[in-house]
């Protein structure tokens, strides 16, 4: 089974500039996620998708980052215009949400921003 | 926000000896899970256990749960080289949004 995808891997970006993250789930996992990681710190909740809809985005800063999960598979994240404090790791996670699901989520391999 | 608190936040042992973390958290569960975080594999999930378990076993890992303390530990014996990675502990009290901690640092010497 083919883990959850994501790319890219690195992105550097100058403050005030925009970026665009993609995440393909694995297959069938109708529950996505974005994750922010800062150095040091657990990952922090950014946007849930159920299918193609969001059931929580109550962390993620709307003035700046967007989110979109179009036909309920691939997912992109954006960020504009960035700021410093952004440089992150991004996660993208999928759950499989159907009548045998459970509490487990798959992490993709993330997206390290730095932003100068 | 941060649910959870890993204690310590970093350990180093040799290998062939048990490390034990713990994690505290502040609100009503309904489960709690383990990640292990390193650079070869990134975030992966170890075990989960629920809010009517107290103790949960797979491999050479044990997990606790006291609820009406709000903390969990996570107990891995044996340890080898391979188990160095940060470890997270992460509570889901809604939908199934995780909530994670800061993390335990785990460092085994050959």
């Known amino acids: 089974e083919a883990g959850v995808a994501q790319s890219p891997r690195y992105k550097i970006i100058e403050k005030r500039q925009s970026v665009a993250f993609w995440c393909n789930p694995i297959s069938g996992h109708a529950t996505l996620y974005w994750y922010q990681q800062i150095l040091g710190q657990g990952p922090k909740l950014l946007i849930q998708f159920q299918n193609n809809g969001v059931v929580d985005d109550s962390q993620l800063p709307k003035d700046r980052f967007s989110a979109e999960r179009l036909k309920g598979v691939d997912s992109t994240l954006k960020i504009q215009p960035a700021k410093l404090e952004d440089s992150a790791v991004y996660l993208c996670a999928s759950r499989f949400s159907g009548r045998a699901s459970s509490y487990e989520q798959y992490f993709g391999p993330g997206t390290r921003l730095t932003v100068t | 926000s941060q649910q959870g608190e890993e204690d310590p936040q970093a350990l180093s042992i040799q290998e062939g000896e048990n490390a034990t973390m713990n994690c505290s958290y502040k609100?009503?569960?309904?489960?709690l899970q383990w990640y292990r975080q390193n650079s070869g594999r990134g975030l992966v999930h170890l075990i989960l256990?629920?809010?009517?378990?107290r103790e949960k076993h797979s491999g050479r890992l044990r997990v606790t749960l006291d609820t009406s303390k709000k903390s969990s530990s996570l107990l891995i014996t044996a340890s080898q080289a391979a188990d160095t990675a940060s470890y997270f502990c992460a509570t889901v009290s809604g939908y199934s949004t995780l909530t994670f901690g800061k993390g335990t640092m785990l460092l085994v010497s050959p």
């Open positions: 256990i629920r809010s009517n378990e």
């Open positions: 609100t009503s569960i309904n489960n």
